[in-house]
């Protein structure tokens, strides 16, 4: 039995704050030698999604930015022997952050410190497990 982390879950979103998390968490899961799972939650709360032709594009760019994630998780984990996966989820970011937590058995869950703060403290207010939260 492992004595430590054997799970980290990052919420990733594209934006600066959620890339600096990735990086944090990326050096924690090699520290530890954990698995990485980086958590991508799909808004339908997004205004694309209130017509027909718009919902075809944000899916495409949703689709587009999960398969930007894959190639930047092989570039950069990959050669720090960090095993990883992408979960690519719609819904509420900080309900699919967590059931994503859930679903790997995470030990912790990281997340960039965004402007506007629903994400983080939803998730801290409701989390089974540490929330950590990279500026």
Known sequence: MKDGLTTIVVGV???QASLNAFAWAAGLARREHA???????????????WTGVGITGAREAAEAYADELRLDATR????????????????DP????ESAAEQAGAD????????HGRVTRTLIADAARPVVVVP
């Open 35 to 49: 698995r990485l799972v980086l958590v991508y939650v799909e808004q339908l709360a997004n205004p694309a999604y």
């Open 94 to 97: 900080a309900r699919g952050i």
């Open 13 to 15: 979103d594209g934006s």
């Open 108 to 115: 912790c869950v990281v997340v960039g410190r965004s402007r």
């Open 76 to 91: 950069y984990l990959d050669p720090i022997g960090v095993p990883w996966e992408v979960v690519h989820i719609s819904g």
